[in-house]
């Protein structure tokens, strides 16, 4: 999605054994030869260079000793996280597995199902609209299940710097283009640029689309955009019927809840992308006799800029 590019997120190298030895084997020699060599050159009593050398000695053992704990307490830490950070991945990847299993499996069965029916049938058009709508169905949720798994293998704090405003504007304009009996409104500052959790376009996207499908046709959907100096939040409202089941388990219920109901997968996918980047998502009821769905994340600034 153009407003909202993928970037690199910088990250520090892993201190392997061969790093901290590196590390180690650095620190000693340049302490032996500077150490040594101011003594030498401003010390010339042998007595008084012995005990300056015994103190240096002792003092070295000390700085060294700190110096591997730190190293090693850093490179343990890291390992942790990224044990953790693996285990996390490998929940996510189940959940996507069997989510995507039991969608594949009720495709499949309604493609068979029409297939054999049409064999018999005078007039196939029908059948070939079902079908034509659930290979739709197919493109798209293996676009969504590339995604999560992107989603997935992504750190936490992984951000990229835009212009919030401007990339919703965009979003808007697309789908004001892509359904033109819809009336879709944006409020919000002129410009916020910041720092945004990545793939939040792909969430307020889906937002937007979930509201115009299902508001049906001559639907109105309003995006409001505010900020403060704690967090950013987008409410997409509209005048539909109200969430579907499926679609309020997948932001409110839990892992179980939405492997039950897994029709939701988009919706699930952005309380992903939302709950990884520290924010959360709730559902209310709108101004406009509708729904509207809250997303809120931590606002984080460049310091930079």
């Known amino acids: 999605m153009a407003p909202f590019d993928d970037l690199p997120s910088p990250s520090l190298p892993e201190l392997t054994a061969r790093r901290i030895a590196g590390v180690y084997f650095a620190f000693g020699v340049l302490w032996i030869l500077f150490s ?3 003594v030498y050159l401003f010390v010339s009593d042998p007595r008084t260079r012995f005990r300056i050398e015994a103190t240096k000695g002792g003092l070295f053992v000390v700085i060294s000793a700190l110096l ?7 490179a343990h830490e890291r390992q942790r996280e990224t044990t953790q950070r693996l285990r996390q991945q490998t929940r996510e990847l189940s959940i996507l597995h069997r989510i995507v299993r039991h969608n594949l499996r009720n495709i499949a069965t309604v493609i068979g199902g029409r297939v054999e029916t049409a064999r018999d049938a005078d007039e196939v058009e ?6 034509e709508r659930k290979a739709d169905r197919l493109a798209t949720l293996a676009e969504k299940a ?3 798994r992107g989603v997935s293998a992504q750190s ?7 212009d919030l405003s401007r990339a919703i504007t965009d979003i808007c304009a697309q789908y004001r283009s892509d359904y033109p009996d819809a009336t879709i409104a944006f409020d919000g500052p002129e410009n916020l640029r910041t720092l945004v959790p990545a793939r939040l ?5 889906e937002l937007l689309e979930n509201a115009v499908v299902h508001g049906g046709p001559g639907a109105t959907v309003t ?5 403060d100096s704690e967090a950013i939040r987008v409410v997409v409202a509209d005048d539909g019927p109200g969430l579907p089941d499926s679609e309020r388990t997948a932001v409110k219920g839990d892992v ?3 492997l039950a109901h897994s029709e939701g997968v988009g919706l699930w996918l952005v309380r992903l992308i939302v709950e990884k980047a520290g924010g959360r998502l709730s559902v209310s009821e709108s101004s406009l006799s509708g729904t509207a769905v809250t997303l809120s994340v931590p606002r984080i600034d460049d310091d930079r800029s």
């Open 223 to 227: 995006i409001e955009l505010t900020a």
């Open 146 to 148: 590339n995604l999560l």
């Open 156 to 162: 936490a704090d992984h951000r990229v710097e835009q």
């Open 201 to 205: 376009g792909f969430a307020i996207t």
């Open 256 to 258: 179980e809840d939405v």
């Open 126 to 131: 029908p059948h070939l609209e079902v079908l």
């Open 68 to 74: 591997v704990y730190g190293l090693t307490a850093r």
């Open 36 to 38: 040594d060599a101011i």
